[in-house]
């Protein structure tokens, strides 16, 4: 079964486990700067959201890469790139709708997640369920598995579901 | 553990900017932040010297933990004499600066002599420079945040700064980090303004390392995680209600600090709870509390983030107040609400908003408030001091009121800036000023939770809630509840 990362910013409290625990993973320090995932605070709403690569089919970054240092890994599905390979050049970081491939000016190449080879660690370091790393093809399993448990406790009023810090402290 | 062994020097006076290594030999005796800055500053400065002078000096010191994954640890401290006490002053704040400081390579900044013109000090990992703050001299903290942001072009900029409040010589200013984060009590930002030091702004992109056994480090992290997940408190009340959920709690046993300490207990307690703050408003069917929010790596979550209603007389037609931004804290609602009597959830979110804006403690602001409402009761201060404020136990416009004027450090605001000690001796009634070491009491009334007695006057810092908590034993029972007797 293939998963993928589930980011859910509704959940999310800004605490940066995440970046902490990719940072260390990849290159083993604390380091939010070097994260493949980012937190951003929207100050003024209120708000908190992580996001990384989604690990595209049709992966945009890999190919617009000339020397193909981007390659799927078939077991996880995920796009990684390939250290000693990379020129730097930077053509997938304009390719990469949404600017979830980074050049790293230390060590000369690109960054991206690579769901650390089938065991995402941000996944493991999330406290309040945020990050989840679910099956890819039933993503929304739990999103449904909430609204269907209203459905069956005969709620007639069919609101959104509950705010997130009554959310996520029942669900922990 | 995780130290970047080194510490930055900065000599005001001369513009001189040097690193040094961290000492570790007082690094093995003293730990980190609270014990280790202490040592430094005993050995740095004279312990007569005048808390708001060039002698004084003020380090902003991180802990062995900060930076790390370890939860709660991200946090950083400032110490110095204090002007409010006239002895040691340390404050540690949340938020993100402290981490990002030792993710620049710095353990610590120590900062000496006073500059002869307004400037802030610009750190990029290695580099640290004193610039020109005449642009920001003079605006709030969340100006002066939004000022460098916008000049540094770097929306990543971590910045602990003081606002007008500090600038104007209020004896409780606070450094606000993160725009709603502060080292807020015993007047550390007062001293930070004293040196024409207006703000620090901080990028790390080193990280932060040096940690000897990195994988028992993170089993022993992820079980810290583990205890505050599972416990009651940590796991549940805080995140939901934030350190609010004490307010029915302390309320309910009598401990409740209300008008000036008369009374233990406050009748509007449940329209101030973290509980309230939960519940829709009538006016716009929204509650007070927008969400919770975590500081750096901590997995408890307990702060408030909170929108003021935009129909409440106190941000009527003032749209900059009608953003997201920090919300109550007990300690904040405590002093604002119970000690004034006031029971207006949106006043106190504007007064705190306020607190935050200029960076001035609200723990002493609302006690100080407080003493004044008591002396203007009693006759001493009346409505010509006050510049025509009503200074009326329970009167929400008095308190938002002089949170607007200590914020520019105004009229009466200047009263209310010199603390509770000094207000009252002024006023000739010194004897009402609830304090400790001329810092004012936190949210406990030692009447009702006797241990907190022993911890005020025992507090090198004066009263203060964060040394010596024995409510977690006398009120939770963690780990146990004692015999009173």
């Known amino acids: ?44 709403e209120g708000r908190f959201a992580p996001y990384t690569c989604t690990q595209c089919d049709e992966a945009w970054c890999m190919h617009a890469c000339p020397v193909e240092a981007i390659v799927l890994n078939a077991a996880t599905g995920a796009k990684e790139v390939l250290g000693d390979v990379c020129v730097g050049c930077k053509v997938c970081t304009i390719a990469c709708p949404f600017g979830t491939v980074n050049y790293d000016s230390v060590s000369a190449v690109v960054h991206k997640c690579d769901l650390c080879g089938g065991d995402p660690w941000c996944a493991k370091a999330c406290p309040t369920g945020a990050i989840t790393f679910v099956d890819a093809d039933n993503s929304g399993l739990e999103r449904m598995r909430a609204w269907a448990q209203r459905s069956a406790a005969g709620s007639a009023s069919f609101n959104a579901p509950a705010s997130k810090t009554v959310q996520n402290y029942q669900k922990a | 553990m995780a130290w970047a062994n080194k510490v930055l020097r900065i000599n005001l006076t001369r513009g001189e900017i040097t690193d040094e290594p961290l000492n570790m030999a007082w690094v093995s005796a003293y730990l980190g932040q609270r014990g280790l800055a202490p040592k430094y500053l005993f050995e740095e400065i004279d312990p007569a010297c005048d808390p708001l002078s060039p002698e004084n000096k003020l380090i902003m010191t991180t802990g062995p933990l900060t930076g790390t994954m370890a939860s709660t640890g991200g946090r950083y401290s400032v110490v110095t004499k204090g002007p409010l006490t006239g002895t040691i002053a340390c404050s540690n704040s949340g938020g993100y600066f402290g981490a990002e400081l030792k993710s620049a390579g710095w353990d610590m900044i120590i900062l000496e002599g006073k500059s002869p013109k307004p400037v802030y000090l610009y750190v990029e990992n290695e580099k640290a420079e004193l610039r020109d703050a005449a642009d920001i001299w003079g605006k709030s903290a969340w100006e002066t945040d939004h000022l460098l942001h916008t000049k540094h072009q770097d929306p990543l900029l971590r910045i602990a700064c003081v606002g007008r409040a500090a600038e104007a010589g209020c004896y409780y200013s606070a450094i606000v980090n993160d725009l709603h984060r502060a080292a807020g009590r015993s007047g550390v930002g007062t001293v930070l303004a004293s040196k024409n030091v207006k703000a620090v702004a901080v990028r790390g992109t080193k990280g932060v390392g040096n940690i000897k056994d990195p994988m028992r480090f993170l089993q022993a992290t992820e079980e810290g995680k583990r205890v505050l997940r599972e416990n009651a408190v940590t796991g549940g009340g805080l995140p939901q209600y934030g350190t609010q959920v004490l307010m029915n709690v302390i309320n309910e046993i009598g401990a409740m600090p209300t008008y000036n300490m008369r009374e233990t207990q406050f009748d509007g307690a449940h329209k101030i709870s973290g509980e309230a703050m939960h519940e829709p408003r009538p006016t716009d069917h929204q509650p007070n509390l927008t969400t919770n929010a ?44 119970s000690d004034t009597g006031v029971d207006d959830l949106e006043a106190l979110t504007y007064a705190n908003f306020l607190c935050n804006e200029d960076a001035f403690d609200p723990i002493s602001f609302g006690s100080t408030v407080a003493a004044a409402m008591e002396l203007y009761e009693q006759g001493l201060i009346t409505a010509e001091h006050t510049g025509g404020i009503e200074f009326k136990f329970g009167s929400a416009e008095a308190l938002t009121r002089a949170a607007e004027l200590v914020a520019k450090g105004e009229g009466f605001g200047k009263d209310i800036g010199l603390g509770s000690k000094r207000l009252c001796e002024k006023y000739g009634r010194p004897e009402l000023s609830m304090t400790v070491k001329g810092q004012e009491f936190p949210a406990y009334d030692p009447r009702g939770i006797q241990g907190m007695g022993l911890a005020y006057a025992t507090s090198n810092r004066g009263a203060c809630h964060l040394r010596g908590y024995t409510v977690t034993s006398e009120v939770l029972g963690i780990p146990e509840r004692p015999t009173p007797w």
Not at chain 2, 300 to 325: L, M, T
């Open chain 2, 294 to 337: 975590a500081c750096f790596a901590c997995t408890i979550a307990c702060g408030r983030i909170s929108k003021i209603d935009q129909n409440h007389f106190s941000v009527k037609n003032k749209p900059e107040y009608w953003h997201a931004s920090g919300g109550l804290e007990y300690e904040a609602a405590w002093a604002l609400g």
């Open chain 1, 1 to 44: 079964m293939l998963r993928a990362l589930q980011l859910e910013p509704e959940k999310c409290t800004g605490c940066l486990q995440c970046e902490m625990a990719c940072s260390f993973e990849n290159e083993g320090v604390f380091n939010p700067s070097k994260s493949r995932i980012k937190v951003f605070a929207f100050h003024n």
